[in-house]
Nanobody, 125 residues
Framework: QVQLVESGGGLVQAGGSLRPSCAAS????????MGWFRQAPGKEREFVAA????????YYADSVKGRFTISRDNAKNTVYLQMNSLKPEDTAVYYC??????????????????WGQGTQVTVSS
């Protein structure tokens, strides 16, 4: 069992940066692929980024590639999402997720067994 708690969302102007983090409970954190998803009002939840258990492989949605960076610290049971050059269309609730997920399936929400409660990110124009 893994419990995930996100923090670090907030309100920022367009062009600014935020760094949400996700703290995981349990001693098996390093076994899991970690992902970030987001959901804007009236839209479906969408994949943002994922990172392999070792941190050696990262995956990004085209919409955030070059602006967002996912990283993890297995010693601290924490995964981060550095978000730079934020745009109003990045406004959403951001969720972290954990799963035993094959590399070819990291973009699917159904591949993740555990989810956090979400943190709101609002980007003003």
């Amino acid at each position: 069992q893994v419990q995930l708690v996100e923090s670090g969302g907030g309100l920022v102007q367009a062009g600014g940066s935020l760094r949400p983090s996700c703290a995981a409970s349990g001693r098996t954190f390093s076994r899991y692929v970690m992902g970030w998803f987001r959901q804007a009002p009236g839209k479906e939840r969408e994949f943002v980024a994922a990172i392999s258990w070792s941190g050696g492989s990262t995956y990004y949605a085209d919409s955030v590639k070059g602006r967002f960076t996912i990283s993890r610290d297995n010693a601290k049971n924490t995964v981060y999402l550095q978000m730079n050059s934020l745009k109003p269309e990045d406004t959403a609730v951001y969720y972290c997720a954990a799963g035993i997920t094959p590399a070819g399936h990291v973009e699917g929400a159904g591949s993740y067994a555990y989810w956090g409660q979400g943190t709101q990110v609002t980007v003003s124009s």
